[in-house]
């Protein structure tokens, strides 16, 4: 009588893999809330960056950053989700171009039914409650609303209460000057330019620690937008002026943000309205 025999195997691939140095960065910038791009010898800004350049075959170097705002250029719906997709309820699958990039970036678009989703619509990255460094940090894409004046408050992040980094105070002895009209303008969190022009707004570091912000703009095509100093150092209660400058476009409106981000990965937000 003839036996089998037998053993049990454990079959598994006892290894970690790193990210690298590209899709590494890519992730560290998702944590932080930024979106960060490859540019390829062709001129191509593609999200996320390749590892190597497809024409020049050689490891990526340049690196930017995109808005996470863009616009749809293809979708599908999905109207039955399967396991393990973003949604347990009907969503869009689009391809997106992030302001500033040129290459599509496919993720899925909360929505509740087709009609709400359209080729040319502008949406944004509506991202996860807590980031970790994983694609996941993007936890959809979302309409974007009419424009920064219609935006609301946007999502409160409880965690991020208690170490808000920068904000923009305003004296009340500031008020009374501006409703009596001996002051020009406030110290607001929103700017608005008539077609060209130049604003300041003074920031104050409210953390514990000496943090470096780096400043810059977000959303703008058709109108030059720069904010100056590129990067400040604030200690605990220590404040500084800002310059944002706004070149003339091609007269139409737009719209878009200034945005201050720090070193522990706070973010702080101006939305900049550029009417004709």
């Not at 709400?116 to 994983?134: D, K, L, N």
């Not at 620690?209 to 780096?214: E, G, K």
Request: hydrophobic letters at 40%.
């Amino acid at each position: 009588m003839s036996r089998t025999l037998s053993a049990p195997v454990t079959v598994a691939f006892d290894y970690t893999r790193s990210t690298g140095p590209v899709l590494g960065r890519f992730l560290t910038g998702l944590r932080d809330g930024v979106v960060v791009a490859g540019r390829t010898s062709d001129g191509q800004v593609v999200v996320p960056p390749p590892e190597y350049d497809p024409v020049t075959h050689q490891a990526l170097e340049d690196f930017v950053e995109v808005s996470p705002i863009g616009t749809v250029s293809s979708w599908t719906w999905v109207p039955e989700p399967v396991k393990h997709q973003p949604f347990d309820r009907p969503f869009a699958y689009v391809l997106v171009t992030f302001d500033g990039a040129t290459k599509p970036f496919l993720h899925a678009l909360d929505v509740s039914s087709p009609d709400e989703v359209s080729t040319g619509m502008r949406v944004r990255v509506r991202w996860a409650e807590e980031r970790v460094g994983a694609i996941t940090d993007i936890a959809c894409l979302e309409p974007l609303p009419a424009g920064v004046l219609d935006a609301g408050a946007g999502r409160v992040r409880v965690q991020a209460v208690d170490s808000p980094g920068l904000v923009l105070g305003i004296d009340p002895a500031d008020y009374r000057e501006w409703l009596e009209g001996d002051r020009l303008g406030l110290n607001t969190t929103s700017l608005v330019v008539r077609g060209e022009g130049t604003l300041t707004r003074t920031v104050t570091n409210v953390g514990r620690r000496a943090r470096y912000f780096s400043t810059s703009s977000a959303g703008f095509e058709r109108h030059d937008v720069t904010v100056t100093p590129a990067a400040l150092r604030l200690g605990p209660g220590e404040s500084a002026r800002i310059t944002v400058r706004v070149a003339r476009g091609d007269g139409t409106q737009e719209d878009g943000a200034v945005l201050l981000r720090g070193g522990a990965g706070t973010r702080t937000r101006l939305p900049l309205l550029v009417t004709r």
